[in-house]
């Protein structure tokens, strides 16, 4: 059965996105940190993650292992800092909420861009309501934006891209309007940039002859469609204006969940290995709970430092479970037992991880019996229980947790250079003394 596409030329959306993320929360809190380079390292701090546009100057590239460039890095006065999720994650959600007066349909594309409906909106006010946007955040929150306007998500995303490249230009607010400007931008657009056209994909349209998003949006539909596939056959709709992809539809539940960090210092210690274990099987059950599935088997791994000089052990396995489960301590029990029969004294482990996989939602309900097992007529108890769990610890800074995971504290990533978490710890929010 061929699947028809189809789409709305009635709808009108914005990307709106903050400019360096990351940098900007930090130089928010730190009035030191204006107007200079900054970096935010990765876990472990190991290499940049984030830059803004002064370190970016400086010529600290994104992905620079931390270091390697360090020494040059401070030479130029460059300012670092840890990643300091809690603080990201709050502003980010205050960045959502302040989009939320200014269109009823918010959908969060990650966690520094979001798309917004501004249907019904003249056209020619489309540009001051998107300046207004970008005032109420820098007022309310301090934080730069940039908005792109079009009549399609992957329009409003080009619009967006073309705003930071032309900010000179546009001030922040980028409203594809006639015909002529979006043909402007697409012909200027390599045909990888476009939303949803990978490295892969690219190559494949380049070797026919499609190199810009231009030569794409020009495509006959129905050519498309028969010679390669919908998705592809709706970005070629989205470039011609026509909206047929809806953000808030993109399915982003996940087919396996992954849970694991480097550790700040290697560990020998087969307790310590055990609770940074019990950490990730809490970390993991509850992102299997937020999406609402069920895992019916876990995998666990360990490994040392490859690039040290030193003996090397690396072993990973996976357990199938009687039946499908929620449970945290399900997890952590399956993780432990594997660990014990992984673990060789006389090594420096430097990283731990679980794994989730073959994932089902919960509604399947899909328990199966055992009769030497009654951790199916138990299941639904602790669903119950994980539930009051999971909403003690969103509410409660410390919350609860299992009794290995904090046994022993040594295991935990290094984050040398992490700022206060401004908004979310009452000990490290800022004082002002007169």
């Known amino acids: 059965m061929t699947q028809t596409v189809s789409g709305n030329k009635d709808q009108v959306w914005a990307l709106v996105d903050v400019q360096s993320f990351y940098t900007a929360c930090e130089q928010l809190f730190d009035p030191k940190l204006a107007n200079k380079p900054v970096v935010v390292l990765s876990n472990n701090d190991g290499c940049c993650v984030a830059i803004n546009a002064q370190a970016k100057a400086a010529?600290?590239?994104r992905g620079a292992v931390w270091y390697k460039i360090e020494r040059e890095a401070k030479h130029a006065g460059v300012e670092v800092r840890s990643s300091n999720y809690s603080l990201y994650a709050d502003m980010s959600q205050r960045f959502i909420d302040e989009l939320r007066q200014f269109s009823p349909q918010v959908e969060q594309y990650s966690i520094d861009e979001a798309f917004i409906r501004l249907d019904g909106l003249?056209?020619?006010?489309?540009?001051?309501y998107g300046k207004s946007i970008v005032e109420a955040i820098s007022n309310r929150l301090g934080l730069a934006v940039r908005v792109g306007i079009g009549t399609s998500p992957t329009l409003a995303k080009l619009a967006n891209n073309a705003a930071k490249r032309y900010e000179n230009r546009v001030h922040g607010v980028l409203h594809i309007q006639t015909?002529?400007?979006r043909q402007w931008l697409l012909e200027r657009m390599d045909?990888?940039?476009v939303w949803g056209i990978g490295t892969r994909l690219a190559t494949r349209l380049k070797t026919c002859g499609i190199t810009t998003a231009w030569q794409l949006a020009n495509q006959d539909v129905a050519f498309m469609r028969q010679l390669w596939n919908v998705g592809l056959t709706r970005t070629v709709l989205e470039l011609q204006g026509i909206s047929c992809i809806d953000p808030g539809d993109?399915?982003?539940?996940?087919?396996?969940?992954l849970s694991s960090r480097s550790f700040g210092?290697?560990?020998?210690?087969?307790q310590e290995l055990q609770s940074?274990?019990?950490f990730h099987c809490h970390r993991a059950g509850e992102k299997l709970r937020k999406q609402g599935s069920q895992a019916s088997s876990v995998?666990?791994?360990?490994?040392?430092?490859r690039y040290k000089q030193l003996p090397q052990h690396n072993k990973s396995s996976m357990e199938s479970l009687v039946c499908p489960t929620q449970d945290t301590q399900k997890l952590i029990i399956s993780a432990q037992a594997q660990l014990a029969k992984m673990y060789r004294p006389g090594y420096s482990y430097q990283k731990i991880g679980v794994m989730l996989n073959e994932l089902s939602p919960v509604s399947q309900n899909k328990l199966q019996l055992d009769m030497f097992s009654g951790d199916a007529l138990q299941e639904s108890k602790r669903r119950d229980l994980m539930l009051i769990t999971d909403r003690l610890n969103t509410r409660y800074k410390n919350g609860l947790k299992p009794a290995s995971v904090i046994a022993t504290s040594n295991w935990h990533m290094r984050q040398a250079f992490r700022s206060n978490r401004w908004t979310t710890m009452l000990d490290e929010i800022p004082v002002a003394k007169c």
């Open 299 to 305: 995998g666990v791994y360990i490994r040392t430092n």
């Open 265 to 270: 210092v290697d560990i020998t210690d087969q």
């Open 276 to 278: 940074a274990l019990a």
């Open 191 to 193: 045909v990888q940039e």
């Open 122 to 128: 003249a056209t020619e006010t489309l540009t001051s």
């Open 179 to 181: 015909e002529r400007q």
């Open 59 to 61: 010529g600290i590239k």
């Open 250 to 257: 993109i399915d982003v539940t996940k087919k396996q969940i």
